[in-house]
Nanobody, 125 residues
Framework: DVQLQASGGGLVQAGGSLSLSCEAS????????IGWFRQAPGKGREGVSC????????YYADSVKGRFTISSDDAKNTVYLQMNSLKPEDTAVYYC??????????????????WGQGTLVTVSS
């Protein structure tokens, strides 16, 4: 079974940084996309960023572009989300998810079959 383990959340002051990790196990398909999503209290789920396993293409939502960086370490089956210049509005539970067989980057949540358990990021003002 595919399992995703998200970690790295915490409490940080506005302007600070955090790095999230998403460790994947049980993935047997060559191509897939890993996406990061977030859900703030009382709000819907938002696609934040995505990376394609096939060619490393990345995608960022406008709300995080220039502040967040997604990367992957294939040897460790881990995808990272480096978050800089954090804002209070970045406060949310962050989830990583896998879309198997995908060769494109996207944040259509319904296409992602596997989800991690979420990690809480709190940014204080």
């Amino acid at each position: 079974d595919v399992q995703l383990q998200a970690s790295g959340g915490g409490l940080v002051q506005a302007g600070g940084s955090l790095s999230l990790s998403c460790e994947a196990s049980g993935i047997t398909f060559d191509d897939y996309a890993i996406g990061w999503f977030r859900q703030a209290p009382g709000k819907g789920r938002e696609g934040v960023s995505c990376i394609s396993r096939s060619d490393g293409t990345t995608y960022y939502a406008d709300s995080v572009k220039g502040r967040f960086t997604i990367s992957s370490d294939d040897a460790k089956n881990t995808v990272y989300l480096q978050m800089n210049s954090l804002k209070p509005e970045d406060t949310a539970v962050y989830y990583c998810a896998a879309d198997p067989f995908s060769t494109v980057v996207h944040t259509t949540a319904s296409a992602y079959d596997y989800w991690g358990q979420g990690t809480l990021v709190t940014v204080s003002s």
